[in-house]
């Protein structure tokens, strides 16, 4: 039952989440040509909702451990719809960024807010298995944003698609306020003082610091190429038509979901026979970079593997929300997540914007095209960026990451 009560809703919204985060990768032509978007505009108006999106993290760590899961993302999901709405009417670039701020601002607590839920409602053994679960709904999500929408947009253009996603969310928020349950030991007194020392507490933990670089620079990475970059890469670099984007876009979005399923089980499986799921994540992650570097290298001859690989093993960037989870009383557990989370979306917004303004460094092929050479730079860049973080992982292993162990 509480598969249905808790997870299923949760789900939900955060399925949502990731077709807003990815849907601008399949409709990226029809807003160059609408509205003449250099790479940088498009990756600005993209990576707009990653900042909003981490903006509100800290803020919204309080209002988990204050008022709830359930309280706080069905409240949020109301902006997502407003500023879905107010994308489909816009007819600037000034408008849609506003709209794309209040959907990042709105979906901000889809996945905070299930981890809070998850670390309430399942046993700290199951974390890794369950998050896995969540993220493989988000990756649905992302496979709704490629091939699915290229059929929508055959009846409806990208304006009627927003309408439709705004009267989801406002559904899919009243799910989640009529069916999640209250846990009674949630209902504290406000406390604005603890709130501060618990986000303090958090910041200058170097447990967290030492996990934090690294998963940031990875996740980040990760999603601003997996969410805007990869179709235009499949496009400009290894010339597949846009009737081709659409089914490659599908399969790593496929793989993705694979991945996240995936890793979450096999971390729960490695945890019972002693491998923490943090050894897990960064051999993951350690993969990862590997895979990035064919990509950044322009292996064209294998673009759709790697692609395939790239969702597959990238995957395991959620394993570090569980290990830093199990690490820190469960009273801090919303604000360990979203500080985490902070991180790894002002990262991404970076990160998705500075692709766009490196590409833009060199001269259009084409009206609705840019140049090969932009994007290896771009990529290169990100590489070596987590390289770094990894470094830093490895020589902090005089900081132990073990989960606390019960009353702690």
Partial sequence: MTVFKVFFPF?????????????????????????????SDLGLLTSTYFLTFALFQLPL????DRFGA???????????AAGAALFALSESLTGLLIGRSLIGFGVSACLMAAFTAFVAWFPPEKLPQINGFQMAAGSLGALAATQPVEWALQI????????????????????????VPEKPQKAKAHDPGEALRGVAEVFTSPLFWRVAPFSFLVQASFIAIQSLWSGPWLRDVAGFERQEVGPALLLIAL???????????????????GLAPMTVAVTGMTIGIGIQIGLALQWTEAALPLWIA???????NILPYAALSQAFPDRLAGRVNTGLNLLVFVAAFIGQWGIGAVIDLWPQP??????????QAAFLVLVGLQVLGLIWFLIRRDVPIRPLSQGE
């Fill in 156 to 179: 409806t253009d990208w304006r009627g698609l927003f309408w439709g996603v705004a009267l989801a969310t406002v559904v899919v928020a009243g799910l989640i306020w009529t069916v």
């Fill in 70 to 80: 359930r309280r706080t993302e069905a409240l949020l999901l109301l902006f997502a």
């Fill in 310 to 316: 790239f969702g597959l093993v990238g995957a395991a």
């Fill in 61 to 64: 760590g309080v209002l988990l």
């Fill in 11 to 39: 789900a939900c919204g955060y399925f949502l989440s990731y077709l807003y985060r990815t849907v601008n990768n399949v409709i990226a032509p029809d807003l160059i040509r609408e509205l003449d978007l250099t790479a």
């Fill in 255 to 273: 793989a993705m979901m694979v991945g996240y399923m995936g890793s979450g089980t096999l971390a729960t499986k490695l945890a019972r026979r």
């Fill in 366 to 375: 084409g009206p609705d095209s840019y140049a090969p050479e932009g994007y």
